[in-house]
């Protein structure tokens, strides 16, 4: 027997009924139920033609009408209460919800029309009168019924009624597992899942960069091009050699695989973690890794583990994968232009020695870094240009390699951090092994506070850190202590722009570059080829702008620009004080967090999962977390009560 279209519920009483056309753009007043004119009551029929939807006889999909008087009476009040939408006009049907439920809550049966016209009716299904009772309200329902009912009942913007404490508990979890919420974006694009069966739907594609973020875009780009073309302005020999590039000034300083880049690298070259541990990469799991805030170490986790490596060796294993790959290739050269026609990109212009080379292209990545001109090269082509957000942090890094004993059984991978107030002039430490059986060691200070003129300066600062800096500076100096500044973190709002070339991405430090001492800039690299993975998988128009993947790229950009950038502000001075309650409610909550996090292993487990780019920073907000955290910190259960209900209504 055919089924209603759009019903979903079980059979009414007696099974299914013959079905026939209704016309939802035909329907008209017409018969009466009483069966004589003005007898009863006047109810929908059929017209001639149209086949907007399939009614049965007997279905609980038709709805009553009911006369202005009678829905007055008996449903305004309670719609209004119950923030139901205004009642449709006559000859249209409800959603499948109101008229599944608006009839049963009233008692009446379904009625519909025959295909002969005959009007049929059949009771509905026994269902639980569904009423607003007073006493289950909130605490805060409660407080507002001691006010009168228009301002207990109606929102500040609007006509329709508030929703009580548990309602918008309630829209906060539905918004949080929306498909398109940020939290569920960022859960998608963490997907380990090899991508298998691509389309081939270009046939150049040229990527700006042979840094990470270029080779990691180079692959995805393998599934979907005839012919990938890397531009890097190094000489192809010393980027794939493994010796530290000049297009590369932060190469020699500390860098670690965080757990959320490993999963995407892994994701895209099966087997590279390992090749990289055979290769001298070291393994540091929970049980070798220390973390230190204001020199106490903190809890450990079983989320904490790491692939310690130099950047140059990393990014050299890298490269070989993507080379080996069929149709992709590299060459040395420095672009100078990119060309447009129809608003597209359509070719890249570089210099190689003294000559001048055209590439056409279907599809240009930009993965040239912080020092990228294509800002420049949109001006120059009649395209705006993007705001740039900055933190001007002035961060100054020293970093050293020392020689490892093999002797040393304690904690591999250290990270210290100091709070403001702490007596110390550097704002951060870290230590990482690397191949050949070194120590990477690097200190961070806001200015000029750590300047060490000499090894020996360095040395001796180490020595007043936790004990696996003491260890590290054991070892023999290996070359000599490099320095590096960053002086701000950017962020360029491309995905902002109302005007923006077709076939065209941005990925990497050409989009947004982080304090290095969080570690996110691999990561962040190779989540961002996650996002290019999935745009061109979606079937995508290549003559528009890649505004979805603009879109996803902002979701993981988003994610890291919190993490690092409010801690850093916080430290400097330049974060404004929370003005809106829930400003003040969220400020509350990341307190207890953190506060919480060095003691209790589940708190501390889900905020280093944020930090290392495994799930998105609204995880931190779920109730759950913050009552836990605030009672790990020994917060008066009073107290708790009153910030955790504010909590929950954000």
Not at 283 to 312: H, K, M, W
Not at 576 to 591: G, K, L, S, Y
């Amino acid at each position: 027997m055919v089924r209603c279209s759009g019903h979903r519920g079980g059979p009414p009483p007696g099974g299914w009924p013959v079905a026939h056309p209704v016309g939802r753009a035909d329907m008209r007043p017409g018969i009466d139920a009483g069966g004589g004119a003005g007898g009863g009551r006047r109810l929908l029929t059929a017209g001639a033609g149209g086949r907007a939807d399939v009614a049965f006889a007997g279905c609980p999909c038709a709805v009553p009408h009911r006369s202005p008087a009678r829905r007055d009476r008996q449903g305004r009040h309670r719609e209004r209460r119950r923030g139901a939408r205004p009642h449709q006009p006559r000859g249209t049907l409800r959603s499948q919800h109101h008229r599944h439920t608006a009839g049963a809550r009233a008692g009446r049966g379904w009625w519909c029309a025959a295909r002969d016209g005959r009007v049929l009716r059949t009771d509905p299904p026994r269902t639980r009168r569904t009423t607003t009772r007073r006493h289950r309200r909130s605490r805060a329902d409660r407080h507002r019924a001691a006010v009168p009912w228009d301002r207990a009942h109606r929102s500040r913007t609007g006509d329709f009624p508030t929703k009580s404490p548990r309602s918008r508990r309630r829209s906060r979890r539905m918004r949080d597992h929306m498909p398109n919420s940020p939290a569920a974006v960022f859960e998608r694009l963490t997907t380990t899942v090899t991508p298998v069966h691509s389309t081939i739907h270009l046939g150049t594609a040229c990527v700006l960069g042979g840094s990470v973020a270029g080779l990691v875009a180079a692959r995805v780009l393998a599934d979907h091009a005839d012919r990938v073309v890397i531009i890097e302005p190094d000489h192809p020999e010393a980027a794939v050699s493994g010796a530290a590039r000049p297009g590369v000034p932060q190469g020699p300083q500390v860098h670690l695989l965080l757990p959320g880049g490993h999963a995407q690298l892994e994701r895209f070259f099966p087997g590279v973690v390992a090749q990289a541990l055979a290769e001298g990469a070291v393994f540091c799991g929970p049980e070798r890794t220390a973390t230190y805030l204001d020199d106490v170490e903190q809890i450990a986790t079983p989320n904490a583990r790491f692939v310690g490596s130099s950047r140059p060796f990393l990014e050299s294993l890298i490269r070989r994968r993507t080379l080996a790959l069929p149709g992709v290739e590299l060459v040395c050269g420095r672009v100078t232009e990119l060309r447009y026609a129809r608003g597209a990109v359509e070719s890249v212009r570089y210099a190689s020695g003294g000559d001048h080379v055209v590439v056409p292209a279907d599809f240009v990545v930009d993965a040239s870094g912080r020092g990228s001109r294509l800002t420049d090269w949109l001006e120059r082509g009649g395209w705006p240009r993007p705001e740039t957000e900055r933190l001007p942090a002035d961060i100054r890094y020293l970093s050293a390699r020392f020689t490892r004993s093999t002797d040393w059984d304690g904690p591999l991978s250290g990270i210290s951090r100091y709070s403001p107030h702490f007596p110390k002039d550097i704002a951060g430490a870290a230590v990482s092994p690397i191949e050949n059986q070194q120590w990477a060691v690097m200190l961070s200070s806001f200015g000029n506070g750590a300047e060490c003129r000499t090894s020996d300066e360095f040395v001796a600062r180490c020595r007043e850190l936790p004990p696996i800096f003491q260890e590290a500076v054991k070892g023999e100096l290996v070359g000599e202590v490099v320095p590096y500044r960053h002086p701000d973190s950017r962020w360029r709002h491309f995905e902002a722009l109302d005007r923006f070339p077709a076939r065209l991405a941005v990925v990497g430090d050409a989009v947004a570059s982080f304090n290095p001492l969080y570690g996110q800039g691999m990561s962040s690299a190779a989540l961002h080829a996650s996002c290019l993975s999935e745009y061109l998988r979606s079937g995508p128009d290549l003559n528009v702008p890649a505004r979805h993947f603009l879109e996803l790229e902002k979701v993981v950009v988003e994610a890291a620009w919190q993490t690092s950038t409010a801690g850093d502000a916080i430290r400097l001075g330049l974060a404004a004080p929370p003005d809106t309650q829930q400003e003040r409610r969220r400020a509350w909550a990341m307190r207890q967090v953190r506060e919480a996090a060095g003691r209790d292993e589940q708190v501390g487990t889900a905020l280093r999962a944020v930090g290392f780019m495994t799930a998105h920073p609204a995880s931190l907000m779920a109730p759950e977390l913050v009552l836990r955290a605030a009672r790990v910190n020994g917060m008066p259960e009073e107290r708790i009560r009153q910030e955790y209900t504010m909590t929950e209504t954000m």
